[in-house]
């Protein structure tokens, strides 16, 4: 059975850096492009970054780009998202995802973890 578990969310005021972690459990980490999602109280699950499954290749919603960084660590089956400078609009449910395909729609990947709340207050 694939898991997947978000860890590192929390309260934190503008201007300040985050790091989330997810672990994968249950499928070869390696082959499977990561992402992470965001949702927002009263608003859609939006695309915040993806990477490809060695790392190449990264893509960034143009909100974070400069601020956030994903990158993965496939010996320890992990997948990071350092944010820095974080603002009030960053407050969300934080959701790692799981391939099989590169893509800035949820509709690419098919496990996704529970989600970590990060708010930022201003």
């Known amino acids: 059975q694939v898991q997947l578990v978000e860890s590192g969310g929390g309260l934190v005021q503008a201007g300040d850096s985050l790091r989330l972690s997810c672990t994968t459990s249950?499928?070869?980490?390696?082959?499977?492009?990561m992402a992470w999602f965001r949702q927002a109280p009263g608003k859609e699950r939006e695309f915040v970054a993806t990477?490809?499954?060695?790392?190449?290749?990264?893509t960034y919603a143009d909100s974070v780009k400069g601020r956030f960084t994903i990158s993965r660590d496939n010996a320890k089956n992990t997948v990071y998202l350092q944010m820095n400078s974080l603002k009030p609009e960053d407050t969300a449910v934080y959701y790692c995802?799981?391939?099989?395909?590169?893509?800035?729609?949820?509709?690419?990947?098919?496990?996704w973890g529970q989600g970590t709340q990060v708010t930022v207050s201003s």
């Open positions: 990477i490809s499954n060695l790392g190449v290749r990264t």
């Open positions: 249950g499928r070869t980490f390696g082959s499977y492009p």
């Open positions: 995802a799981s391939g099989p395909r590169v893509s800035t729609d949820a509709a690419g990947y098919d496990y």
